[in-house]
Nanobody, 113 residues
């Protein structure tokens, strides 16, 4: 069964860093384009970062270096690091495989002092 399970969301303070994980099962995520999206309260879901099957990373409208997307093929896990957290990073973060049209249930990240 194809499944994506996110974890790592937390209550954090501005300036902290956070690393989110997405464990895939039922398929090898290294063979697919994978992405992180997020949905802030009252907003539509928006793309954050994409990692291609060839190992290239792309980021959506964020300061350079604010996000880092990566994967561990051996663990079949996709990661998203968020550096220097800001209050507007507060959102539910979702893992997504567009080819298989699969979404995880999301992990909540709240940034507040």
């Amino acid at each position: 069964q194809v499944q994506l399970v996110e974890s790592g969301g937390a209550l954090a303070q501005p300036g902290d860093s956070l690393k989110l994980s997405c464990v895939a099962s039922g398929f090898s995520l290294s063979n697919y384009v994978m992405a992180w999206w997020r949905q802030a309260p009252g907003n539509e879901r928006e793309p954050v970062a994409t990692f291609t099957d060839t190992g290239r990373a792309y980021y959506s409208h964020s300061p350079k270096g604010h996000f880092t997307i990566s994967r561990d093929a051996a663990l079949n896990t996709l990661y998203l690091e968020i550096h220097n957290l800001r209050p507007n990073d507060t959102a539910v973060y979702y893992c997504h495989c567009p080819t298989l049209n699969r979404w995880g249930r999301g992990t909540q990240d709240t940034v507040s002092s």
